[in-house]
Each structure stands twice: as C-alpha cells, then as structure tokens.
C-alpha cells in the first residue's frame, strides 16, 4: 500500500468530504472541511517530497490479480515523483487560498472534492505504470476539470466555457485512446515497460508509417489538454470562467499533466532515437509560442491576457521537448545536448508552474476586491494592495525571464542546447524565432507589471483595500519560492537532473550544471 | 485476421462520421452524440485489437472496453447536465446563439 499512499489519501479525503460537512456542519464549524483538504493535499505533498530526498527510487508496487494480465502495476520513479510534488504543492496552496476566495460561493462540498479528486487524477497519471490505466485516471482528472470549470453555474460564460472544454477535450482523450487501443493491437500488452521493447523490436515487421500514425495521435490527443496551437482554443475561455484559484490549477498544472503524457509516451514507448519525430514537435512548439505571444497583445482581460501567456509558456515546453528528440533521432551521440534540453523543459515545467500560480492567484485577489477583470480599471491597484502587487511582480518578472530569475534559467537551457548545433539550419531559425518570443513575452509581462503596479489608481478603485490575511499567505509563499529557487539553483537542478536522467534512460548524471552557470548566481 | 481489419475499418469509418457530427451539426445534444459515436467506436476499435486468431479473443481487450464504457457514461452524464444548464441560460439548444465567447 506504500505506493498508494498519496492517491488513497486524496481520492478518501475527497469522497468523506460530504459525510464531514454534514457532520460538522451541525456543530457550527464548517471550516472543518477546507482544512480537511489542506490536510489531504498537505499529506500528499509531504510524501512526495520525502521520497525525492530520502527514497531510493524507483519505487514499484503491482496490485495481483487472479488473471495476471489483470494485474495493475504502480511505479513511482523521478519523474513522476518530481511532476506530482508540483501537482499536489499547488493543490495545497490553491486549497489555502479557497478558504478566504471560496467563502461567498455556494457548492464547496463539491468544490473540494473535486479539487482533491483532480489531483487525485494528475498524481494517478503519473505514478502508473500501463497506458490504458493511465487513460482510467486521466478521465478522472478531466471530468473533475470540466465541473469546475463550470462550477459558477449561474453564469452564461462558465456554462459555455464549460461545454467547449468538454467537447474539446473529449475529443482529444478519445483520439488518445484510440491511439492506445492501436498500440495494444500492435504490442499485445499496454505496460511501459515492455511497450518500448516489443516496438522495437518489431520495427521491420510493422510499418513505420503505422507508427508515425500512432505517435500523430499521442500528440493530438494528449495536445489537446497540453494547448498546442491548433488544439488551444478552449484554454482562453476555461480559463476567465472558472473560479481564479482553479485557473491557476488549470494552467499551472492540468496543462502540465499533458505535457507529461506525451514526454512519458514518447520516450518510454517511442524511443527518439529510432523515430524522428522531434521536427514536427519543434514547429508545434514555435506555432503554439508565436500565435499565443500575438494573441496576448490585444487582450484587455487581465485572466484572458495570463491564459494565452500559459500557452505560450506550453509553447517553450514543448521547443524543449523537441529540441530534444530531434537532437536525440539527428545527432545521437550527443546525448548530453538532449539532457540539456529536457533539463531546461522541466525545469520551465516547474517554473511555470510556480510563476502562473502565483499570477493567477494574485489577479484573483485584485478580482476579489475590486469586481472586475477589465485591466483598463485594475490600472494601479497596486497602491492600494501592496503585498498582492509586489508577489504578483515578482511572477511576472519570473516569468518574463529577467536574468537572475529562475524563469531565465530555463529558457537558457533550452536556447543553449539549440545553440549546440549551429550549423544545422532547422535549429538555427528555430532559435531566432525561439528568441523573439522571448523578447515579445518579456515585453507584455513588463508592460502588465507597469499597469497594475506604477500606475495612478482610477476613483473606481477608492475603496480598494489589502486582501485578507488567508488569501495573501499562499501568493507570498509563492512569491517567495520564486526568489528561494532562484537561490538555492543548484539543489533545485540536482534534483531535476534525476527526471532527466529517467528519461534518457542513461546513467549521465554529469550534466555539468556548475560548468554551464560559470558561477554566475 | 480478416475480422480484425474488418472491425478496425469499420471503427475508423463511425469515428470519421462522429467527428463529422460534431462539426457540422448545430445543436448541442446532436453534438454529444457525436462524442458518443466517437466513443462507441473506439470500444469498437479495442475489441478488434483483441481479436488474435480466429475464436481467440484476448480478455484484456474485454475488461477495457468495459471500463471504457463506464467513463463515457460519465462524460455523458456531465455533458448533459452542462448542457440543462445552457438550456436554463439560453433557452435554446442551437450553437449559433452560443456565440458570446470569442477569441
């Protein structure tokens, strides 16, 4: 039950939460139920970061049934222990933020089961250890995103961001599944561990365009949750409609779980050393970050203008991603290069996840108090709430990558790995066009910071105070964690390097990150 | 083996047609049934991939359709409370009038 642990404690928590309201609610004390969650997401967290200092990984734990092909398999190795520490990091925070966001809403039962069900999902993702499993708990996680997305039922935009979410991202999990059921047909079995070895093994006998087909429809599936170009249009509406805490779930983590899919699929099933896939996600990645960095500009919504930041931040995950497959399939003998780049894409992974948190949480405060998204009448809020807009700052400046920021490292790592190879064309424009967008991005997020920050607060915003104490806690400990990683680089990088290493499948633990800093921080 | 493409093709061809559903129909309940279709055929799709010699069905395939089954029910049953709840905004199904949200 070792490796249960965290899913058993979020998915109980979760389905008691009604049995306790009632039961609590008839003493008085209803605030018994949120901090049940933050309990049950505390928990969870606290495992997580346990087994990532102390454990040996990977930890494994088969569940036997009487057919053993019935048999469900859990396996926790770096990567996965690495992606559900942000996962339930930030559903901790986001819980302690609800308790002063949420207090006016009607439903929190249901809210806060969703929420540790959500997570629940996420975390399920990432620790299974076969691809039909891994589907089961995906549905998990969506439909809880669909209802809370659509939580303020009473207005005409949730509903309909809602129902766009779910048809979108209904589609895109069915693609995904029809791609799994393609995979079984071929391999026989669906665990990761074998999936690899049966596919390669087989390649003169199965053609390689049926593979092709297979890994088009990981991509789109999966691509759909992970808002690459052509699949991103729910993410702009799902966004401003949901509640603000759940859209600093959804984009600094749900989006995350995506990305994780097609990482784990393509390198556990579809080696990149075999297939050249890595081109096609390059140019995925450069469209997701240019189309979204131009739609950023004419948004006058302050949670509109931070979703398509979201997609182009998936953007810059996705270059990783590609940057490392193609390095991987083109030039195979430097597999230091691909570490590199993977190193910068997970590592932009936990940045963003901190640094949108941190924006969305901070936007839902500057909501909370003066009524309206409208940036036009946020213009300087920030007089009147200083701690807010002082956290808020720093998340845009962490993310705009200003240098000694974490959010500059990652992007570093990437641009570093593209410039490794100079002489092939592919990369070169790549990276021009990879370093525009990151000009264009630190402009709007510098030009965001001016207006909520320097400007003269408007007579709308007159009766604006500080946000209360519960609220502003979590957004300071964000804000916070930004600047401690930026410090404490080194730690943070040893530690990424390990999901690297998993990846890779190689024991290169000399990614030599003091060599590539050169003492700079 | 023939079995296999058969059920396969036949599978590929209802998820064209789900996909064509839900792109050219414009009410949002003929909208989910498209979905449905789409579901009903990739169900379709994991049993012919069970299919590994003649009267040879691997029960793997079997257990996952059923579980398939259960989570598409699921999807359904929240894509029609979404959709009661478009009903109670709009008083009308039709998606031309679903228009509000842009960009």
């Known amino acids: 039950m070792y490796a249960l642990f965290p899913i058993i404690v979020l998915l109980g928590s979760g389905l008691s939460i009604p049995l306790i309201s009632m039961i609590f609610r008839k003493l008085g004390k209803e605030k018994i139920r949120d901090i049940w969650a933050v309990l049950a997401f505390a928990l969870s967290t606290a495992y997580f970061a346990y087994i990532i200092l102390y454990e040996k990984l990977p930890i494994s734990y088969k569940i036997e049934l009487e057919p053993s092909w019935a048999s469900i398999g859990i396996k926790i190795d770096a990567f996965s222990a690495y992606m559900s520490l942000i996962f339930s990091f930030l559903g901790l925070v986001v819980s302690i933020y609800s308790i002063g966001y949420m207090e006016s809403e009607t439903g929190l039962d249901e809210y806060y089961t969703l929420?540790?069900?959500?997570?629940?999902?996420?975390?399920?993702?990432?620790?299974?250890n076969d691809l039909f499993t891994l589907y089961v708990l995906w549905e998990l996680m969506c439909v809880s995103s669909y209802t809370l997305v659509s939580f303020r039922k009473h207005r005409?935009?949730?509903?309909?961001?809602?129902?766009?979410?779910?048809?979108?991202?209904t589609i895109g999990s069915l693609i995904a599944l029809y791609s799994i059921s393609l995979l079984y047909g071929i391999a026989g079995t669906l665990e990761f561990s074998k999936l690899g070895e049966i596919i390669l093994s087989n390649t003169n006998s199965i053609p390689k365009d049926t593979i092709y087909f297979i890994i088009a429809m990981v991509i789109a599936g999966f691509g759909v949750t992970a808002a690459i170009v052509p699949f991103h249009t729910w993410l702009p509406d799902a966004h401003p409609a949901a509640p603000s805490s759940i859209s600093a779930m959804l984009s600094g983590v749900v989006i995350k779980t995506g990305a994780f899919a097609i990482f784990k699929i393509l390198f556990t099933v579809f080696y990149p050393t075999h297939f050249g896939y890595g081109g096609i996600l390059i140019l995925f990645g450069l469209l997701t970050m240019t189309v979204a960095n131009v739609m950023v500009i004419p948004q006058r919504d302050i949670k509109r203008f931070l979703a398509y930041s979201s997609i182009a931040n998936m953007g810059y995950i996705m270059l990783g991603l590609g940057v490392?497959?193609?390095?991987a399939y083109n030039y195979s003998a430097r597999l230091d290069i691909v570490s590199l780049a993977l190193l910068g894409s997970l590592f932009h992974i936990l940045n963003h996840a901190i640094g949108k948190g941190l924006l969305f949480l901070g936007a839902g405060c500057f909501i909370h108090e003066a009524k309206t998204r409208d940036l036009a009448k946020l213009e300087g809020i920030g007089v009147k709430m200083p701690f807010s807009a002082l956290s808020f700052s720093i998340g845009l400046l962490n993310l705009a990558g200003i240098p000694p920021l974490s959010g500059f490292w990652s992007k570093f790592f990437i641009i570093m790995a593209m410039l490794a190879f100079l002489e092939d064309p592919f990369l070169y424009v790549s990276t021009i066009i990879f370093v525009l967008n990151i000009f264009?991005?630190?402009?709007?997020?510098?030009?965001?910071?001016?207006?909520?920050?320097?400007?003269?607060?408007?007579?709308?915003?007159?009766?604006?105070?500080?946000?209360?104490?519960?609220?502003?806690?979590?957004?300071?400990?964000?804000?916070?964690?930004?600047?401690?990683?930026?410090?404490?680089?080194?730690?943070?990088?040893?530690?990424i390097a390990e999901p690297v290493n998993v990846l890779v499948g190689t024991t290169i633990s000399n990614i030599k990150t003091n060599l590539i800093l050169g003492g700079g921080v | 083996m023939f079995l296999q493409i058969?059920?396969?093709?036949?599978a590929l061809i209802l998820i064209l047609i789900g996909l064509y559903c839900i792109a050219s129909k414009?009410?949002?309940?003929?909208?989910?049934?498209?979905?449905?279709?789409?579901?009903?055929?990739?169900?379709?799709?994991?049993?012919?991939?069970?299919?590994?010699?003649a009267e040879y069905v691997d029960p793997l395939a079997q257990e996952m359709t059923i579980i398939s089954i259960a989570i598409g029910a699921a999807v359904a049953a929240i894509a029609l409370c979404i959709l009661l709840n478009v009903f109670r905004h709009y008083k009308t199904l039709d998606t031309r009038k679903l228009k509000r949200l842009r960009w």
Do not use: H
């Not at chain 1, 490392?324 to 390095?327: F, K, L, S, V």
């Open chain 1, 115 to 128: 929420l540790l069900t959500l997570v629940a999902g996420m975390i399920g993702v990432t620790i299974v």
């Open chain 2, 26 to 53: 414009r009410n949002l309940l003929k909208i989910i049934i498209g979905i449905e279709i789409i579901t009903v055929s990739v169900n379709l799709n994991i049993l012919a991939m069970g299919l590994r010699e």
């Open chain 1, 156 to 169: 005409w935009e949730a509903v309909e961001a809602g129902f766009k979410y779910l048809v979108m991202s």
């Open chain 1, 440 to 495: 264009v991005a630190a402009g709007y997020y510098i030009w965001l910071l001016q207006r909520i920050s320097l400007k003269k607060p408007s007579e709308i915003l007159s009766k604006v105070t500080e946000t209360k104490l519960s609220m502003l806690i979590p957004i300071l400990v964000l804000a916070s964690l930004c600047i401690l990683i930026t410090i404490f680089l080194d730690p943070v990088l040893k530690v």
């Open chain 2, 6 to 10: 058969f059920y396969a093709n036949i």
């Open chain 1, 324 to 327: 490392a497959t193609y390095i």
